[in-house]
Nanobody, 118 residues
Framework: QVQLVESGGGLVQAGGSLRLSCAAS????????MCWFRQAPGKEREFVAR????????SYIDSVKGRFTISRDFAKNTVYLQMNSLKPEDTAVYYC???????????WGQGTQVTVSS
């Protein structure tokens, strides 16, 4: 059974940093995209960042470019999201996801809350 377990969320002041982790188990995901999405209160879930399984190519939503960095550790089946210069508008539940293609999420994590105070 595939499980994605996120950690690292919390409360931080604006301008601060957090590092999210997502450990995947129950499968081998070296060829999959590993991704982060987020959902703010009253808003739809949105894509934040992804990293490919082959070349390690990354992609980000415009609002986090230059502030967030996604990376992965193939040996640990883990993906990370380093979030710097956090803003109140980054407040959301952050979800890890695994995708065979960029068109469809195959598995979701349970989410971790990130709250940025002004």
């Amino acid at each position: 059974q595939v499980q994605l377990v996120e950690s690292g969320g919390g409360l931080v002041q604006a301008g601060g940093s957090l590092r999210l982790s997502c450990a995947a188990s129950g499968g081998t995901f070296s060829s999959y995209y590993m991704c982060w999405f987020r959902q703010a209160p009253g808003k739809e879930r949105e894509f934040v960042a992804r990293i490919s399984g082959s070349s390690g190519t990354t992609s980000y939503i415009d609002s986090v470019k230059g502030r967030f960095t996604i990376s992965r550790d193939f040996a640990k089946n883990t993906v990370y999201l380093q979030m710097n210069s956090l803003k109140p508008e980054d407040t959301a539940v952050y979800y890890c996801a695994v995708m065979r293609t960029i068109a469809l999420v195959d598995y979701w994590g349970q989410g971790t809350q990130v709250t940025v105070s002004s």
